[in-house]
């Protein structure tokens, strides 16, 4: 038992979900079971493009214990709420087939085999129509997909006057055309839920990161109320952008299933599926001009950013806008142009995924940073830190850095850190002579939070309350899906109370019991949310000292007050809403103004070595600084950072998503790999504090970030050790085969 | 319901055969079972794992013999294996992962005779013997070069199995090279293997054989490139003569795990890394 | 077909279909959820169990096969309340995020550090290539099975 005035934030307390985690005891959505539960399948597309004619059930079939669903049985507006009511649940007859894998029809039943064998069973009849497969054809326009030119969503940002002239007067114009793929979250649990309707309201458990997205969506298309759905999150097994948008979709599906069957139903994706069909990182393709002075100064930049959106808009206008926003980095540039639009494609819609839209265009930006110095002869570390931005500053938007910024101090650490002995024991290259290698870096920054005044509109809100027993409850709709946010909230409301951890419960998101506190993206959780428990606790605190007084108690002790309360009264709830610091202003017309609230800092620092024969790249050091405000956990934030850095690592080197017509030609985790504990380097992970006056304690946000950069740092290792120009991720062994010839990279 | 046979004895597993050769055997299943729900089902199953009889590793009359059934993992711990062919030591030890190894055969690996086997080139380059059994006509030894005979493909009877797996002991002075390049180091599926087992007397090669995965529908010896080289003193351009028929002796595929272009260059690197390798040794 | 084995110490027998994957036994039939399917071919890890003291993917297994062996799962590495040194490690060092992996790679650490008690990191990395974890980049979860082979030697 610890004393009151203890804080926890900045230890690395057990995390709370610990035990349940290691004992197997965790219930994830597949361990549910429910009396009579039925199993369901999807029926999906099997072209591109297409108009679809029927679905023909063969009449040979034994369908008398298999339910069957398609969209007729849809009796609301049939898409999947979102940014704009483009996607259906299930494709209408006579429909609009959008891409390969695409929902038409469901089905479940009790038996699972024989639900799987009624799937040889159910025909579609199809109008192929020309698919659009690439962001070339999707500009050209020749089929359209999404209103006059195929564009969902473009934006420009302008900064200065003059660019041409800026241009004309730069003494070195760095030119680069960067392409970065597809890739698949790969989370190890698939996604699943299960359904069941009780009293004409609809009850969704399942595996996602945005409670209150699912439970929007199904307002919409069942027409229901806000109590006549409730959704609970079951212990998630990673998301990392996947289950943000998608799982809207599969409980639209259990839903649907549920309702016609009058049973609970489950789906679970098997592997094969999850890959084929749900969202992934958006390819992206960057051409970056850059105009430097003899100062070695950047004085001028033209970006032109396409994004490949996939089938439907989903959430792509909000990563074009991420992608746009970060495409200078962190460096000063008076005088700047940057185009960026989001095409429409027949590929399965490209979605949210940890970084969006940023590591694109960072990969693009830190490759011209990186050829920039060479072209100019100077130090990279060096041409970084004399264009980074600092305090008071401005950057591409024109927002003035007033605190917060770690831009040297990121440098600096990773400098050091490459001065000491790398760690030993490393997994070594598999050859042993004439080995080629390389030292890469890269600077960048993440703006935290949701962009602009985004968090005003959201209005995220937050209760902790003293529940009938007298324990302490953080209720939210943000999930832990590993990243570790039910134990820091656990440390900020103890703290606030004056209370053990052991007191504070976090409460398993479930929209019945939670406030909206907004969704668990865009590395909001810990900054803006866990401000908002703190805000709230310190509420519920003064509410309970206030009835200590009346009841003349200790006020010191707030736990007794609490059960005091909890005895005499019952429950006491303080709930709170989220106020964004005063001062910040961003204009979504004229892109200008304080993009984000504030930036999280990263630097990072790669070595490889590549095989002379084989062209396989092991990266024997990776030393990665981020700025985090503050490390509330500083385990779990270590174990964000190098999650992070390890899929940056993979997406460079390892992963790629493969398409072919609008397929995906590799759904299984044994071709559409990511790396193992033997591609991982001994990752050497410094934790930087530049607190954030407005977040608790100083936090911000550290999700994403670790995604931003190590790409580029990879690429540029390779171009120091191998002296060819690396533009495409990934950086497979063919790859770079085929740049090494000088053929097309 | 299918059937599943759990014979005791290996005479009873060849009994079982004969009777049923529509029955499938079976032994770690970490073939059979991956993609299995998804795929036509046989009406029976024979399981040969932890046979005894066709189960562990000897040595006799200048051979070590491996029994079908010997799991990867117990191969691995056999100091006879990994001080004989250190070749084969390596290339189970990047076979999956541990889980694998505990599970999957020797066997299991002729049986499928997959493009991709990474034991076979192994065994190619070093002469192995495949010891197959039949209840009714005996057992026959045959070599592995002809135990392979296209994708997927070997030359077992309906009525045979996989008994035991024999290879010769190299004379002193037989240097093994391997090299898988999978598409990342551990449960990775190669791109490309390759085995080179040779001998040099003074400069001049006395023997060789040079086998390839993953180059071909089957994994192959390739015996044109062996001609360039055998009774040859190993110069440079012995070597360079060597790449080229190589180039030209195997037919990769662009798939969706590496490209033709690539499977080709990286196959000549490798060669002639080993071959100036054994020329320097 | 009828099965007798041993499961967490315990004799008991079903009647399944022989093909039946272990995996599915053991989650659906005797309600042992802490084995997880991440793949269902091998690739992950997520499913991995003890079958005579080895580790395993149980997602591979025709449960036919387990007549007369000794099968273990997660839940038997914990007795009483009581967490293994791999178990307690695991969460000390932050091994486990959003825990689906967790389970196998309680499993496998136990089985590696049984197997090779005084590996090195980069010969453990190996030994746990078998299991795919996407949250932690690894170190984490090294860490911890190399402080919880530490331990075992210091303690003897
Ligand atoms: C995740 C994963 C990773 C893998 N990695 C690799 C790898 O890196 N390299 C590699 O080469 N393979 C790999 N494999 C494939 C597999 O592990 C090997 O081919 C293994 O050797 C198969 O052995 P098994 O005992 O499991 O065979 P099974 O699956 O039991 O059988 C395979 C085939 O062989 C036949 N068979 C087995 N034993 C006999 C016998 N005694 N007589 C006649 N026929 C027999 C069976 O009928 C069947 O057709 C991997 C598999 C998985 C799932
Ligand atoms: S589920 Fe068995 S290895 Fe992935
Ligand atoms: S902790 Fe999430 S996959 Fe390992």
Redo the contacts between chains.
């Keep these: 038992m610890t004393k009151p005035g203890h804080s926890f934030v900045g230890h690395s307390v057990n995390r709370v979900d610990g035990h349940a985690k290691v004992s197997g005891r965790a219930i994830y959505v597949d361990d549910i079971s429910m009396p009579g539960m039925l199993h369901g399948r999807t029926v999906r597309s099997k072209v591109a493009h297409g108009t679809l004619k029927d679905i023909v059930f063969d009449a040979a079939f034994d369908w008398s214990d298999i339910t069957t669903v398609t969209a007729k049985d849809i009796t609301g507006p049939n898409f999947v709420a979102l940014m704009e009511e483009d996607q259906p649940a299930l494709v209408p007859m006579g429909g609009k087939i959008m891409h390969h894998d695409e929902p038409v029809a469901l089905i479940c039943g009790p038996d699972k085999?024989k639900v799987?064998a009624a799937m040889a069973h159910i025909d579609q009849q199809v109008d192929e129509l020309p698919a659009v497969l690439s962001i070339d054809e999707s500009r050209a326009a020749n089929t359209l997909l999404y209103g006059d030119d195929n564009i969902f969503k473009a934006y420009t940002l302008e900064k200065g006057e003059g660019l041409d002239e800026a241009f004309a007067a730069a003494d070195h114009i760095v030119e680069g055309e960067y392409f970065t793929g597809a890739q698949e979250q790969m989370y190890i649990e698939t996604q699943g839920m299960i359904a069941h309707w009780q009293d004409e309201s609809l009850h969704i458990t399942g595996s996602m990161q945005c409670p209150y997205y699912i439970h929007n969506a199904m307002k919409s298309l069942f027409g229901l109320e806000d109590e006549a759905v409730v959704i609970s999150q079951a212990v998630t097994g990673g998301g990392f952008g996947g289950k943000e948008e998608y799982p809207s979709m599969l409980a639209a599906h259990v839903a649907l299933l549920a309702k016609k069957a009058g049973a609970p139903v489950k789906i679970i994706y098997d592997r094969s599926e999850d890959v084929a069909a749900t969202t992934k990182r958006h390819p992206c393709l960057v051409k970056h001009r850059l105009g430097l002075n003899a100062h070695g100064e950047i004085v001028a930049a033209d970006v032109d950013i396409t994004f490949d959106g996939g089938a439907y808009v989903t959430l792509s206008p909000v990563v074009l806008s991420r992608g746009v926003l970060h495409s200078i980095g962190p460096y000063k540039c008076p005088t700047l142009r940057v185009v960026g639009r989001m095409m429409a494609t027949n590929t399965p819609p490209h979605g949210a995924y940890r970084g969006f839209g940023a590591p694109q265009t960072t990969f693009a930006y830190e490759r011209q940073i990186d050829k920039a110095a060479r072209v100019l002869g100077m130090d990279p570390v060096e041409f970084r830190l004399r264009n980074r931005l600092n305090l008071g500053d401005e950057t591409a938007t024109g927002q003035i850095l007033k605190n917060s910024v770690a831009s040297e101090k990121v440098v600096r650490e990773v400098m050091a850190q490459a001065e000491k002995e790398p760690p030993n024991d490393i997994?070594m290259p598999?050859a042993v002579?004439d080995v080629k290698r390389g030292r890469g870096f890269a600077l960048y920054y993440h703006g935290a939070g949701f962009t602009g005044s985004g968090e005003d509109r959201l209005k995220g809100r937050v209760a902790v309350a003293v529940n009938k027993q007298g324990e302490f409850e953080v209720r939210s709709a943000s999930t832990d899906i590993g990243q570790g946010a039910f134990t820091i909230f656990t440390q900020i409301a103890a703290t606030t109370l004056g209370v053990d951890v052991a007191n504070v419960k976090v409460v398993q998101p479930n929209t019945k019991m939670v406030p909206d506190s907004g969704p668990t993206v865009a590395s909001r959780t810990c900054m803006v949310v866990g401000g908002i428990v703190e805000q709230a606790a310190n509420g519920l605190k003064e509410k309970l000292q206030a009835y200590g007084e009346s009841k003349g108690l200790d006020c010191g002790d707030v736990l007794a007050l609490a059960e005091a309360h909890a005895k005499d009264v019952g429950e006491l709830a303080f709930e709170t809403t989220y106020k964004s610091p005063p001062g910040i202003h961003f204009d979504d017309q004229t892109y200008r103004g304080d993009a984000y609230p504030c930036y999280g800092w990263a630097a990072c620092l790669v070595d490889v070595a590549v095989d002379?024969?084989?062209?396989?790249v092991t990266v024997e050091r990776c030393i990665h600084a981020v700025d985090v405000g503050k490390a509330v956990h500083p385990i779990i934030v270590k174990g964000q950072i190098e999650g992070g850095t390890m899929q940056a690592l993979g997406w460079a080197l390892?992963e790629s998503v493969?398409y072919k017509n609008g397929k995906v030609?590799?759904p299984s985790m044994?071709?559409c790999?990511i790396?193992?504990?033997?591609?991982a380097p001994e990752l050497e992970t410094i934790i930087v504090e530049e607190p954030y006056p407005h977040g608790p304690h100083g936090a911000k946000g550290v999700g994403e970030i670790p995604m931003d950069g190590p790409a580029a740092a990879v690429a540029n290792a390779l171009q120091d050790a191998l002296g060819k120009s690396f533009d495409v991720v990934p950086m497979l062994?063919?790859t770079i085969?085929?740049v090494l010839k000088g053929g097309p990279a | 319901?299918?059937d599943?046979l759990?014979p005791q004895t290996l005479h009873a597993a060849l009994e079982a055969r004969a009777a049923h050769p529509d029955y499938l055997p079976?032994a770690g299943?970490?073939d059979v079972?991956?993609?299995?729900?998804h795929q036509a089902?046989p009406t029976g199953?024979i399981?040969l794992?932890?046979l005894a009889e066709i189960q562990g590793i000897c040595a006799d009359d200048g051979h070590i013999s491996i029994g079908a059934a010997t799991t990867y993992?117990d191969i691995l711990k056999d100091p006879l294996v990994y001080e004989s062919f250190p070749v084969l030591s390596e290339a189970i030890r990047e076979i999956?992962?541990?889980?694998?190894q505990?599970?999957g055969t020797l066997g299991g690996n002729l049986g499928t005779c997959s493009p991709v086997g990474d034991t076979l080139p192994v065994l190619l380059a070093l002469d192995a013997q495949v010891h197959v059994a039949s209840s009714k006509r005996g057992s026959r030894l045959v070599p592995i070069n002809d135990f392979i005979v296209g994708y997927r493909k070997n030359a077992l009877a309906e009525d045979e199995l996989i008994v035991e797996i024999k290879m010769p002991l190299a004379p002193e002075g037989t240097q093994q090279y391997w090299?898988k390049?999978g598409?990342?180091?551990?449960?990775?599926?190669s791109k490309l293997m390759m085995c080179v087992v040779g001998r040099l007397n003074g400069k001049d090669v006395e023997h060789i054989r040079i086998a390839l995965g993953a180059v071909a529908a089957a994994p192959m010896r390739v015996e044109k490139t062996e001609a360039v080289l055998a009774g040859q003193a190993l110069h440079e351009e012995t070597i360079l003569a060597a790449q080229d028929t190589l180039a030209s002796e195997i037919t990769p595929i662009d798939d969706?795990?590496?490209?033709a272009?690539?499977r080709k260059?990286?196959a000549c690197?490798?060669l002639?890394?080993f071959l100036n390798d054994l020329g320097g040794a | 077909?009828k099965i007798d084995f041993t499961l967490n110490g315990e004799q008991r027998e079903i009647d399944v279909?022989?093909?039946s994957?272990l995996l599915d036994v053991l989650r659906c039939d005797f309600e042992l959820t802490g084995s997880k399917e991440g793949c269902g071919?091998?690739?992950c890890?997520a499913c991995?169990v003890f079958v005579d003291g080895?580790?395993?993917?149980s997602?591979?297994?025709?449960v036919?096969?387990m007549?007369g062996r000794e099968v273990r799962t997660v839940e038997s590495l914990a007795s009483n309340e009581m967490l293994s040194d791999v178990q307690q490690a695991l969460i000390k060092f932050g091994g486990t995020q959003c825990g689906i992996c967790t389970p196998g790679i309680a499993m496998?650490a136990s089985?590696?550090l049984e197997a090779e008690p005084n590996a090195s990191r980069a010969r453990m990395r190996?030994?746990m290539?078998?299991?795919?974890c996407r949250c932690t980049g690894y170190q984490l979860i090294i860490d911890a099975v190399i402080s919880a082979a530490e331990a075992r030697r210091r303690h003897g």
């Design positions: 085999s799987d997994c598999k002579q002379p024969d084989t062209y396989e390892w493969l030609m590799n044994t071709d790999i790396p193992t504990a033997m591609e062994p063919e085969a085929e | 319901m299918a599943f759990q079976i299943c970490t079972m991956v993609g299995f729900s089902q199953f399981d794992f932890g993992g999956g992962a541990v889980q694998i505990e599970r090299r390049v598409t990342r180091r551990a449960q990775s599926i969706v795990r590496s490209s272009v690539y260059e990286v690197n490798l002639g890394r | 077909m279909t022989p093909m994957r071919e091998g690739e890890g991995t080895k580790a395993v993917n997602c591979l297994i025709p036919a096969q007549q496998m089985a590696a190996e030994l290539a078998g299991n795919l």
